[in-house]
């Protein structure tokens, strides 16, 4: 639904209790969301029939039309619509009723402000992952257009900057990142969005190639330069001519090629093994690693000339668990492709399983991330992937949250452990929810789960 305010969202409070009524209005309405209330089920219909809606929150006990009845048609109308029901604390058989009706979650009367709040966000965050997915499924475009960069973290939005602006040129750029961090992703986005865009891209991964064939896969060769070498070959800089020749784990290539590598760079200028014949090309080069290459120059194991030639423009990309708000988002994205390929329908990753999937710290970055989605999608039976999905290890839970607290008796530490790892669970592994609910910075929470994390991994008994 998309809605033309800039708001969070749209939401209808429905409840025949004045005062309850606009308690709930003015709290949703100080949380950023443009919100209309009803005094029961039939004014709630009417209101949506010329006012588009995200969230229907419905008390279930009302007069004329109860909430049950309410959320029936809403489903039938507005099969999109996100709801959550309230209910008295001793009717929370009403409330399972209404979730097997249809509505995504319930708060119990009395209500808490704070626990309305964390519910309707998660819920509409659901909401969106579920609008994502349908995005993605339907559209050609995506599919057609291949691997893309996804995340608006910090970290990825400075990246993005970066190609737009580096794009153009015909700099050399180094990518620097962890594996699996989507490097050969950046160097693609720098081609397609250069006007270069036309000519070839052309890759290699030097770590894959001994020398002798790697100075061949680069240059070319001519007929009888090596055994074996029944005819002229040409390399892959002149496959590329015109466009870019993007060379991954670049810190692996030996002292021999890194001299040549290093002529080509300052003069544009080869000849193929074997031949006398000096060659040119136009050709930008792209290189990456996931190497600290100013270390490998300070032992001696790469030239500090041809360093320096390479990393003209300097991208890092970060690790997944640097940025894990854009978990979501790229889990969203495998499950429509994986989804799609395997001619599925899937429309929902359970909150308990995309909390593991946010905790997990990713060692295999984006890459391991989309072979665990792509296992999940090939295993998933029915239209959502939770825990049973995925890999053995994603079952456990990511810290040791077994605090004994009693007051008197415990202590600071053990207190704040227990609220934050909890807090951090209720919210689905949400960072910035988390910081929010305890009133604290973003950082510390982080900070604190990283400490959390290595003494967990560090127990004998694990």
């Known amino acids: 639904m998309d809605n033309s305010n800039d708001t969070q969202g749209r939401i209808l409070v429905v409840d025949d209790e004045e005062r309850a009524r606009d308690a709930l209005t003015k709290l949703l309405e ?18 949506l029939e010329d006012w588009e809606c995200d969230l229907l929150l419905t008390d279930l006990r009302m007069p004329m039309m109860d909430g049950l009845e ?71 475009e995506t599919v057609d257009s291949g691997p893309k960069l996804v995340g608006n973290s910090p970290s990825m939005q400075q990246v993005g900057k970066m190609i737009e602006q580096v794009a153009p040129a015909r700099a050399t750029v180094l990518i620097t990142g962890e594996s699996g961090t989507g490097k050969e992703l950046v160097a693609r986005q720098l ?127 970060p ?54 989605i792509e296992r999940a999608v090939v295993l998933a039976t029915g239209s959502e992937i939770g825990v049973e999905q995925l890999p053995g290890g994603f079952g456990k839970a990511p810290f040791d949250k077994d605090v004994d607290i009693r007051i008197p008796g415990s202590t600071l530490e053990d207190i704040e452990r227990y609220a934050l790892l909890n807090t951090y669970e209720s919210t689905g592994g949400s960072t910035s929810e988390t910081a929010d609910i305890l009133d604290i910075s973003v950082r510390k929470v982080q900070y604190k789960l990283k400490e959390y994390r290595e003494n967990w991994s560090a127990d004998p008994d694990e």
């Not at 058989?93 to 964390?118: C, L």
């Not at 240059?219 to 330069?225: I, L, P, R, T």
């Not at 060659?279 to 690693?289: E, F, G, Q, Y």
């Open 70 to 140: 309410l959320l029936e048609k809403v489903q039938d109308q507005y099969p999109d619509m996100a709801a959550i029901v309230i209910t008295a604390f001793g009717s929370v058989d009403n409330a399972v009723q209404a979730m097997k009706s249809g509505a995504d979650h319930y708060v119990t009367k009395p209500v808490e402000f704070d626990q309305v709040e964390v519910v309707v966000e998660r819920v509409m965050e659901n909401l969106q992952m579920r609008r994502e997915l349908e995005s993605l499924r339907d559209s050609r």
């Open 319 to 372: 690790p997944l668990r640097a940025r894990r708000d854009d978990i979501p988002l790229l889990v969203n994205h495998f499950v429509a492709q994986y989804a799609r390929e395997n001619n599925k329908e899937i429309d929902r990753v359970t909150p308990d399983a995309m909390g593991h999937l946010r905790s997990y710290d990713w060692p295999g970055n984006v890459r391991e991330l989309e072979n665990v």
């Open 191 to 317: 081609h397609t969005k250069s006007n270069r865009a036309d000519k070839p891209f052309v890759e290699l991964h030097c770590a894959a190639l001994s020398q002798n064939l790697l100075e061949s896969e680069l240059f070319g060769h001519e007929k009888g330069a090596f055994t074996g070498a029944t005819s002229r070959r040409e390399g892959r800089f002149e496959e590329a001519d015109g466009g870019t020749l993007f060379l991954d784990e670049i810190g692996e290539i030996s002292e021999a090629t890194q001299v040549k590598l290093l002529r080509f760079l300052q003069q544009r200028e080869f000849e193929r093994v074997g031949g006398n014949e000096t060659l040119s090309v136009d050709v930008r080069v792209v290189a990456a690693t996931n190497r600290d290459l100013e270390e490998a120059v300070r032992q001696g194991e790469f030239r500090e000339d041809l360093y320096f030639r390479l990393n003209v423009i300097d991208i890092q990309l």
């Open 30 to 47: 100080g949380s950023g969301y443009e919100v209309r209330g009803a005094a029961d089920g039939f004014k709630a219909l009417g209101a």
